[in-house]
């Protein structure tokens, strides 16, 4: 294997190998797909107590505005999302999406606000190319700086608080998408209560140096396993979240993604800071005007996961195309196969019946309201 294709490893790696994970490639990182419980024993255990997940492979980075101010940075990231980034408060964070001029999806991302500061979290899978795009496209005198030297932990679960708390009292006063710079015993964190399972949770910055002193001390509590990328990705999907390349990625909008939430009444037609960012026209348009196609929840008949990129039916014989799975696979809390994929507006309402192509064979899915389990935060 030469340096191009050299897998990174992230500060928790050797704990990894010791735990006995099973390691994979993933976005240019070698990382835990499972442990010796394995997929299925692992999404049911962070369903019911509280699994400790390595996400250091993806991006931290922080943005300060040459004049020091928060009102300076916010406008400038507002440049590039369509997301109200002036009215985040102290302390809190929102989920926002990097857009390009034809309105598609660069990326999606986590902000937040601490002081006069904004910390992104990025895709391990698009880290570099969004990097790029902000050094290129924020106003000059944005300075952009790229935390290599911090892991990123989640922890979630119902008895995530609990587990904690252990180690600071003052995570149980944090509400869904809070964040504090919290002491950890003796490891400084920044802590955000927020995570991609669909549970309650939190997100865990702290110097890569202490990554594996902190997941020791909560692995060692008894609610707290570890969960590799197999289960995250089931979690995701029971919750009917975005996985970015799959159910998202440059040939989607938001609109026709099922994401418009994320879009403030303040930055659409009409709000005070309306447009102003890649891909407004369309993206504007859109949200006033409807689009053609939509993400949707699906639900396979029969126990056969359908998974992506099985292409979508509107009949059992296969003779008009509609649309495409986006990601699909076994929802352990659901007890059966669950699906996303496109299918036109028409036919997004709940119940709709669809067909999906799988080994020459047109297997029967209704369109299902997401998530596919009810989400748990904390508000």
Known sequence: MNDQTQLKRTPLYDLHVSLGAKMVPFAGYDMPVQYPAGVLKEHVHTRAAAGLFDVSHMGQVELIAASRTYEDAARALETLVPVDILGLKHGRQRYGFFTDDKGGILDDLMITRLGERLLVVINAGCKDSDIAHMRAKLPDG??????????????????????????????????????????????????????????????????????????????????????????????????????????????????????????????????????????????????????????????????APVRPPAKLFADAEGKTEIGHVSSGGFGPSVEGPVAMGYVPTEMAVPGTQVFAEVRGRFLSLTVTALPFVTTTYKR
């Open 142 to 303: 944005v300075q952009v700086f790229v935390h290599d030297d911090r892991a990123l932990l989640a922890l979630q679960g119902p008895k995530a608080e609990e587990v904690l708390a252990a180690l600071s009292s003052d995570v149980a006063f944090m509400k869904f998408m809070d964040v504090r710079e919290v002491s950890l015993g003796d490891i400084s964190a920044i802590v955000s209560r927020t995570g991609y399972s669909g549970e309650d949770g939190f997100e865990i910055s702290v110097p890569a140096d202490r990554a594996t002193d902190l997941a020791k001390a909560l692995l060692d509590q008894p609610d707290c396993a570890p969960i590799g990328l197999g289960a995250r990705d089931s979690l995701r999907l029971e919750a009917g979240l975005c996985l970015y390349g799959n159910d998202i990625d440059t040939t989607t909008s938001p609109i026709e993604a099922s994401i418009e939430w994320g879009i403030q009444k303040v930055r659409r037609t009409g709000g005070a800071r309306a447009g102003g960012f890649p891909g407004a026209t369309r993206i504007l348009g859109e949200l006033e005007n409807g689009v053609s196609r939509r993400r949707v929840g699906l639900k396979p008949e029969g126990k």
